[in-house]
């Protein structure tokens, strides 16, 4: 019933699919489709309770209703399709951060998010995911992205591979990238992740002495890294330079680009799967759509017309059996590409809109200008315990308002929550260079931006900043 495709067989096919265009990869979607559901009924009790209405045969996916990560996650074991798996046995390993990436149990991968909507996931990636993330990295990212000459130059350099990300806890991309370590005595060598939650000039200073073939973070990150090659205090020349993780501006890439003399390349990506779409020459994500279904969709789970911004989108991760992930609300503003993209890949093509937050420019007590990434003070507003949204705004130079929601019925008391928060943001900022920083409390709750209606978490003032 659960057959397990090997890696080798999984890369034979993704290449098979994309020879065959869109005939052959709609084929290998719905048949993948039809498995998982049916799957998933015979044993995830959730499902079964969910589906309960649906057909066992002649439905369509738009017949299934959606699921979203609180019901999911409230009802855990249930969900999962493993009785071995088991949402205490999963906290009680995650509870030490020394165990990222460590293979669990029998080769799974597990991953938490850090919460964004207030929401943490607790997700387990079973064989057959794992074999399609590692298949996908060399048919679709490596073969399409890399020239012979930068392969020549790849291994010249070691394969050494820096990947800039959120550190010291569960998250999926330092997760994964010690995962592929403790695989391979190559890759233990070869990959390194380095910390965006450090000060920007350890993080520089590091980079220099890595020397790294590969880089890849957030775009703001790499935005930052940019300017500090420009300067010439970093002085690293990567044959490849990936982003993900928030959406990219296009002027912002370009600036990336110019500034390493290279190509800057985007997956779209998040915790549930972590290759949903990859970048096409003329600018847009194509979704991997014989692994993963995606659904723009309005508020009330209606498709959206293509060409037009979706509310959010609904996710369909093909691959894993041991947590189905069908039809999932994710949450992002994407926007469909109605015609055939000029590039020739028989890949439905997406732009995705959400998933902006600013990166700070705080002025410190010298008045040195210190910049502060996005997900970095993000992170640390969410590392306090009781949180259900929080969100900075910064109002000066050196002057941040902070605003906050509470989880209602956590047991934990609202001044506790603002206490617990507002010292780990002052312990972080004093990290930083930034002790001078005022942290004002707001007496109003996080808001949606008046314009696009979408929440951002770190938002830089609009005017009187020193930058
Ligand atoms: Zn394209």
């Not at 979203?68 to 999963?90: C, H, Q, S, Y």
């Not at 293509?306 to 503003?333: F, K």
Request: with cysteine; proline share 8%; aromatic share 8%.
């Amino acid at each position: 019933m659960n057959h397990e495709p090997s890696y080798t067989q999984v890369a034979r096919d993704l290449w098979r699919a994309q020879r065959e265009g869109p005939a052959g990869i709609a084929r290998r979607r719905d048949r993948r489709l039809a498995s998982l559901v049916a799957y998933a009924r015979c044993h995830s009790a959730l499902y079964r309770r969910l589906y309960a209405d649906v057909p066992t045969h002649g439905w369509s996916l738009s017949d299934l209703p959606p699921a979203t990560k609180p019901e999911l996650m409230a009802a855990f074991d249930n969900w999962v399709t493993d009785p071995d798996i088991t949402r205490a046995g999963l906290e009680t390993f995650i509870a030490d951060p020394a165990r990222v990436g460590v293979p669990y149990r029998d080769g799974l991968f597990v991953c938490t998010t850090s919460g964004t909507t207030g929401h943490p996931g607790l997700f387990v990636h079973d064989r057959r995911l794992i074999a399609v993330y590692r298949a996908m990295t060399i048919v679709r990212l490596d073969l399409a992205w890399l020239s012979p000459l930068d392969w020549v130059a790849l291994v010249r350099r070691g394969l050494r591979w820096a990947a800039i990300v959120g550190t010291g806890a569960h998250f999926a991309g330092t997760g994964w990238v010690e995962f592929e370590r403790h695989r391979n005595p190559v890759y233990r060598r070869a990959f390194r992740t380095f910390s965006v939650q450090q000060p920007l000039a350890e993080l520089v200073a590091e980079l220099n002495a890595f020397d790294p073939a590969i880089m890849s973070s957030y775009p703001s990150a790499l935005e930052l890294l940019a300017e500090e090659q420009v300067a010439g205090r970093l002085r690293v020349r990567p044959a490849v330079l990936e982003s993900a993780g928030e959406s990219t501006a296009a002027a912002s890439r370009a600036r990336v680009a110019a500034a390493f003399n290279r190509p800057v390349h985007d997956v779209y990506a998040a915790t549930e799967f972590e290759m949903m779409a990859l970048d096409c020459p003329v600018g847009w994500l194509h979704v991997n759509s014989d692994w993963v279904v995606l659904e723009p969709v309005d508020a009330a789970f209606r498709p959206t017309p293509a060409g037009q911004p979706s509310e959010t989108v609904l996710l369909t991760n093909l691959a894993d059996r041991i947590q189905p992930i069908i039809r999932y609300d994710l949450g992002d503003s994407v926007v469909a590409r109605p015609d055939p993209c000029p590039c020739g890949s028989p890949f439905p093509a997406i732009r995705v809109e959400g998933r902006r937050d600013d990166v700070l420019r705080l002025t410190a007590r010298d008045g040195h200008a210190i910049a502060v990434l996005p997900l970095a003070i993000g992170a640390v507003l969410e590392s306090a315990p009781g949180v259900r949204r929080g969100q900075i705004v910064q109002t000066g130079p050196s002057t941040i308002r902070l605003r906050l929601k509470p989880e209602p019925g956590t047991g934990t008391g609202t001044e506790e929550v603002w206490a617990a928060v507002l010292s780990n943001l002052r312990a972080y900022l004093e990290g930083q260079g930034l002790a001078n920083v005022e942290l004002v409390r707001a007496a109003e709750p996080p808001v949606q931006s008046p314009t696009s209606g979408k929440f951002r978490q770190v938002i830089a003032a609009p005017t009187g900043t020193a930058v």
